[in-house]
Structures are given as C-alpha cells and as structure tokens.
C-alpha cells in the first residue's frame, strides 16, 4: 500500500464551501466507482480555511497517468470535475491546468 497527498484550494466564500462540502457529503457514485476502480483504496479530504488536504491510499495497480486517462474519458467524472471547479482555484505555484498538487514528504514516525 501507497499513500499520497495532496492540496488544492477553495474560493474563499463560505457559501462556496459549504456547497462544496455538501456535494461530499453525498459524492455521486460513478465517482466513486471511478475512484475505486484506479486503484485508490481509501481517500480522505480535510479543510482548513479554505485549504483542502487529500490522502490517498493506493494499491499496486494504481498511476496517477492511469487514472487521468480514464478521467479524460468519462464523461460523468469530466462533469463532477468541471462542477468542483466552481468552488476550486488553483494554488499559487500551479502550473497552467493543475488542480490537486502532490505535496512531499518531509517527515515520518516509523
């Protein structure tokens, strides 16, 4: 088992986020099929502010390639994200198209 993580931001309008939240109290289940389907064992997402932490546990079938292949190709995941765009915006240091980034790991307690 791998584990990732990773940070976007929200817009930074509490109507915006609590949308936001709303929709993950209730996440389609194509999504989540789509989700499980790439290898991603378990998921969590955490808000401070209006900053979001993800951590993703992966298996050995899971690519980050992979998954954004099959992304591009599902139109129900192509409307979840377009949707979660409303209420997203990029961090400072992303790149043109980027959305959640891998964040490196500095420390662990093995």
Known sequence: MKK???CLDLKDDPQLIA???SYHKAVW???IDSIKGAGISNMEIY???NRLFMIMEVNETFSFEAKAKSDAENPKVQEWELLMWK???ALPMAK???KWLLMDKIF???
Do not use: K
């Open 108 to 110: 662990g307690l093995d």
């Open 47 to 49: 808000r401070l502010g």
């Open 29 to 31: 289940p194509e999504i």
């Open 96 to 98: 043109e198209g980027e």
């Open 87 to 89: 209420y997203q915006q």
């Open 4 to 6: 990732y993580a990773l």
């Open 19 to 21: 949308e936001y939240e």
